[in-house]
């Protein structure tokens, strides 16, 4: 699908990208929101301390970048989000309406990995859009994340420090791989999340396999904007910056990361819509012919697909009664009926199922463990 990626610097939104990317997505357009005169502000919602160098990005990854200034304010705060003027949310909305608008896109990158409040938002958003939302960080495993970020080639400068046990002084600026052990003693001591979910830290990403050009800060100055004794709160303004090229290039190309400590975690994540593509394949060439069941081959972490299992229309006329002839047959097939490969372990499998009706109208379904 063509995505835009909602950018705020950090390293989740650029993460998240890489993860679109390596499932075969593209990248074509950047969308940010900037705060209108301050540094950072108050928002439930976006991260804008280093907004500065976000117009970086455009040349880093040679795509175009769209920036809105917020306007609104936080206005509709509980679980769920009903649709309200004023409410910084309808900032992110008129945003990427141009964006779509212009560049026809169909999915929205979000680095959303805690945050019911900014994924029920985004959510909100995408639907009303008519837009595919990719959260491929949510609910990850905040250690293990960190680490793949890291070892991705990702890198990143802490640029905000709000939690005891950071102190503005001595942590921020710091790259990220060289304050992730002492993130993690943090995370073990007080229970600080590891990947600054919790507001304790945030980071502005300066190179990663993505970028055609890395980003260099080259003068900042830190603002401190609580000084408390224990839990001192300070962030980095940069005031100058520029890209310059890199040595060897990354670019797209370099994905997937076949050599890259996070690629078991994109094999999980990827390979079923992998797979799904090529049942729409297969679903192509048996619809006009005699139906025969075909079987792909064992994934590396076990998975399989099996199409070529269709309901009857003769027999049934709506959905649910094609569904249940092709379980039917599925449970004949798991049953002895397929031969080898096609299925060597019935207990690791999954299948997908293509039930078509009269009135065209397809029904895929996805069987797991």
């Not at 950090?10 to 950047?30: E, F, P, R, T």
């Not at 990005?57 to 609104?72: N, Q, V």
């Not at 040595?247 to 050599?259: D, I």
């Amino acid at each position: 699908m063509k995505v835009v990626a909602l950018i705020s610097g950090g390293k989740d939104s650029c993460y998240n990208m890489m993860q679109c990317v390596a499932a075969g997505h593209k990248i074509v357009a950047l969308a940010n929101l900037r705060p209108a005169k301050a540094d950072e502000i108050d928002s439930y919602m976006y991260q804008t301390v280093g907004h500065q160098a976000i117009d970086l990005y455009a040349e880093a990854m040679d795509l175009p970048l769209y920036r809105k200034t917020i306007e609104g304010s936080s206005l509709e705060t509980g679980r769920e989000y009903n649709q309200k003027e004023g409410d910084e949310v309808e900032d992110l909305y008129h945003l990427l309406k141009l964006v779509k608008e212009k560049e026809g896109v169909e999915a929205v990158s979000v680095g959303a990995i805690l945050s019911d409040y900014q994924r029920v938002r985004v959510e909100n958003v995408c639907t009303r859009l008519q837009l595919q939302s990719l959260a491929y960080l949510w609910r990850r495993d905040q250690e293990a994340l960190l680490n793949e970020m890291i070892s991705c080639g990702l890198h990143a400068l802490l640029i905000k420090v709000a939690a005891f046990g950071l102190d503005p002084g001595t942590h921020l600026g710091k790259p990220l791989a060289e304050i992730e052990p002492y993130l993690q003693q943090l995370s073990k001591k007080y229970g600080v999340h590891i990947c600054g979910e919790g507001g304790e830290y945030e980071t502005f990403t300066t190179d990663c396999p993505l970028f055609k050009k890395r980003i260099v800060i080259d003068k900042m100055e830190t603002v401190i904007h609580s000084a408390d004794a224990f839990a001192p709160v300070g962030y980095l303004r940069f005031t100058q910056m520029h890209t310059e090229d890199k040595a060897n290039g990354s670019t797209e190309r370099a994905l997937p990361l076949g050599s890259c400590p996070c690629q078991s975690a994109i094999d999980k994540m990827t390979e079923e819509a992998v797979y799904a593509d090529k049942t729409q394949d297969i679903q192509e060439e048996f619809t006009s012919n005699a139906c025969r069941p075909w079987c792909s081959a064992r994934s590396s972490v076990g998975y399989q697909w099996i199409t070529g299992i269709s309901g009857l229309p003769s027999e049934h006329t709506d959905v649910q009664g094609q569904t249940q002839h092709a379980f039917t047959q599925l449970q004949g097939l798991l049953s002895g009926g397929v031969s080898a490969p096609c299925v060597r372990d019935p207990v690791h499998h999954c299948a997908g199922i293509v039930s078509r009706t009269k009135r065209g109208q397809t029904l895929q379904i996805k069987l797991g463990e």
